[in-house]
């Protein structure tokens, strides 16, 4: 049996409450320790107990868990920053931790001299450095900024260059605290791709993150911390799904308010739109590939001879309407002669969208004829929002795209060999 | 490497902080480019301190109060012993606060937290430098040759280093853990500067306490500094040897008292 790179046994960090806001001062410590009567029992907290667990070499472990579950401070104790109260870990070999980009950062210095002073922060040596001097400063792309005093750097600039000085420790483990959530959507993907190579070189990694398709890109085993304990561990998928399905809101409403109404005297009018999964309950988020299930609830206010009814999806990153859905796409459901009342439409759609943030807008038009546009219609921007999550229900990720939908596509290979 | 919970009492660890030294130099390199680059005055400010209380020393002390200066001129008398005790004040004011000021580097990497008040002595140095450079200027305008006890010059800066090693220990560990030590930092100096035979001389002292004056470590720094540059009184080794101690002493339990509570800080600050 091979011994592991991290073994953590029973750990333990205790604090007072408020010991991290607030600091005593000796005037109050010296006036109390005049009073005759005893001090009130401080109230403590566990930010994290019996958390047990072992990585072997090569292995990347992600931790996922809700804010203030003890992830950080799990990385901190084992960074050593702070010390455990109860418990103890083994690491074997050089640790490098990046709790935070741009470690050590001096405004005032140029980004030359920050790169210096930053890996030196970092546990490089200066040999080391000035080798990969030329390649750090490549990787931040920041070749004509680099003797520029940072305070003149934009935030993406500062994480940049904190990520491309991060980036070429090697370390033989790494720790790895939320940072993958900084910097623009091109430069992450260029720091995972710069992370999964350390791990092909047999480097052993914890990382820790709100990212769950970072965590899902990169790591084979995950733990799920709540509430300063282990709650769940397994493979990546298993502990991920877990965690979305106890995150997910219960019940969403998609309630329609009087004002949301762009023509409040329209004949037929919106009430309430609401998005169900497979088990008919309320959901704000779907998996992506799961069929998007929509119950459109309208009242009828005076009576028409037909009614139009459709949905428009629109992804919240660009305000692209990424489709139209329409009831009379399918004959079955034309809605003709319709009498006043409140009636409740069911429509179910699969298109797959990319993970992201998405819209529901509604329309209603009454009518055959031409009318003139809006007059009696009923249209409600942003009825619910909703959200494609980065897995499928099986808890696979999906590589991130560029392309709004993410359809499936078969390919064939034709052609022969030329000898 | 095995981590669990320490309650020993302990020195730090020599070796830990030999393999981190280049980042100690690191941190004294940063701090002199930023010093250097924030003020205008630059590398002036290291003079302008000790040349302006100086200043104000020779008028209130010297001329009106005629404060004896053992006979040489009473700026050079002073300036002499502004130059170590600049460096005292300066490194120990510093080191105090460290802890507090280095928040985010302490909340967000593990390295010797000793590293930093030992780069505030490293970086005091320069200006240490220059100010000694002007000493020698003026001592050359007074005519003053420095006697060759001048020798003994880096034993004497070494024991104003250690006392302000310890004695910043002591205050950057209570600062963690009381911020209103921030405010008593300050006013120890003053009072310090006042108790050091830097306005007058220790000959003013009754010979029968000197010893005891001794207790204050700076005196034996200070008077050895005027001793071995200009030639003035004589050093009393009872006294240089309380001294001494005193020094040590500080070093030792600064030491260990910060090291005890180091693990801590990132959970105070």
Known sequence: MTVPTIRVENLGKLYQIGERDSYRTLRDTIARSFQRSPRKSEEHIWALRDVSFDVYEGEVVGCIGGNGAGKSTLLKLLSRITEPTEGSFELR??????????????????????????????????????????????????????????????????????????????????????????????????????????????????????????????????????????????????????????????????????????????????????????????????????????????????????????????????????????????????????????????????????????????????????????????????????????????????????????????????????? | MKVETSKRWSLPSFKEIWQYRELGYFLAWRDIRVRYKQTVLGAAWAVIQPFMTTVVFSLFFGLLAKVPSEGVPYPIFAYTALVPWSYFQNTLTQISNSMVLGRDLIGKVYFPRILIPIAALLSGLLDFGISFAVLLVLMIYYGIAPTLNVVFLPILLLFAIITSLGVGLWLATLNVMYRDVAFIAPFLVQVWLFATPIAYPSSLVPARWRIWYGINPMTGVVEGFRWAMLGTGTISLPTFAVSGIISVLLLVTGLVYFKHYERTFADRI
Request: hydrophobic share 40%; charged share 25%; glycine share 8%.
């Open chain 1, 93 to 419: 070999g050089r640790v490098s931790s990046l709790l935070d980009i741009g470690v050590g950062f001096h405004p005032e210095l140029t980004g030359r001299e920050n790169i210096f002073l930053s890996g030196a922060i970092l546990g490089m040596k200066k040999r080391e450095i000035t080798n990969k001097f030329n390649e750090i400063v490549k990787f931040s792309e920041l070749e004509r900024f680099i003797d520029t005093p940072i305070k003149h750097y934009s935030t993406g600039m500062w994480v940049r260059l904190g990520f491309a000085v991060a980036a070429h420790m090697e370390p033989e483990i790494l720790l790895v605290d939320e940072v993958l959530s900084a910097g623009d959507a091109a430069f992450q993907k260029k720091c995972l791709g710069k992370i999964d190579e350390a791990t092909g070189e047999g480097r052993t990694v914890l990382i820790v993150s709100h990212n769950l398709k970072a965590i899902t890109d990169l790591c084979e085993r995950c733990l799920w911390i709540d509430h300063g304990r282990i709650i769940r561990r397994g493979s990546t998928q298993e502990v991920v799904v877990a965690y979305l399905e106890s995150t997910q809101p219960q019940r969403t409403s998609g309630r329609i308010e009087p004002d949301m109404h762009e023509n409040p005297n329209a004949d037929a009018l919106f009430q309430q739109v609401t998005i169900v999964n497979a088990t008919d309950q309320h959901v704000t988020k779907i998996f992506f590939g799961e069929t998007l299930r929509i119950i459109i609830q309208f009242e009828v206010v005076r009576p028409v001879s037909e009614l139009r009814i459709a949905a428009g999806l629109e992804r919240h990153q660009d305000g692209i309407t990424v489709a139209m859905v329409h009831n009379n796409d399918d004959p079955t459901s034309s809605l003709h002669n319709l009498k006043p009342g409140v009636y409740s439409l069911q429509v179910e759609t699969k298109i797959p969208l990319s993970p992201g943030g998405y819209s529901i807008n509604l329309e209603a038009k009454p009518g055959t004829g031409i009318t003139r546009a809006g007059r009696n219609w009923d249209v409600v921007r942003r009825a619910i929002d909703f959200n494609v999550e980065e897995f499928t229900k099986k808890g696979e990720g999906v590589p991130s795209v560029d392309g709004v939908i993410r359809p499936s596509s078969k390919w064939m290979l034709t052609g022969k060999e030329s000898q």
